[in-house]
């Protein structure tokens, strides 16, 4: 069994940044790929980006490309979103979880964290 726990969510200005953090406790977390996900106010969830287990490969949805970065500090159990030059349509809540190996299919993760909201004002 795996606990994930997200944090660093919060209001930011358009144009801003913030990092969140993924905590993970349970098995171990350099076995596992992890994934970002998130989900808008009335739409469903998104593949937002994600990271194998050693860090190695690294994948992004196309509305993120080159403002997210996705990373994980294995030694400790911690995975990472810096998001920079944040939008409007960025806010959502933003969910991480762990798959066998990466994936970017929802259905091929199993363990989810209960999300951190993230908002960008105009």
């Known amino acids: 069994q795996v606990q994930l726990v997200e944090s660093g969510g919060g209001l930011v200005q358009a144009g801003g940044s913030l990092r969140l953090s993924c905590a993970a406790s349970g098995r171990t977390f350099s076995g596992y790929a992890m994934g970002w996900f998130r989900q808008a106010p009335g739409k469903g969830l998104e593949w937002v980006s994600s990271i194998d287990s050693d860090g190695s490969n690294t994948y992004y949805a196309d509305s993120v490309k080159g403002r997210f970065t996705i990373s994980r500090d294995n030694a400790k159990n911690t995975l990472y979103l810096q998001m920079n030059s944040l939008k409007p349509e960025d806010t959502a809540v933003y969910s991480c979880?762990?798959?066998?190996?990466?994936?970017?299919?929802?259905?091929?993760?199993?363990?989810w964290g209960q999300g951190t909201q993230v908002t960008v004002s105009s």
């Open positions: 979880a762990t798959a066998p190996r990466i994936a970017t299919r929802i259905h091929d993760y199993d363990y």
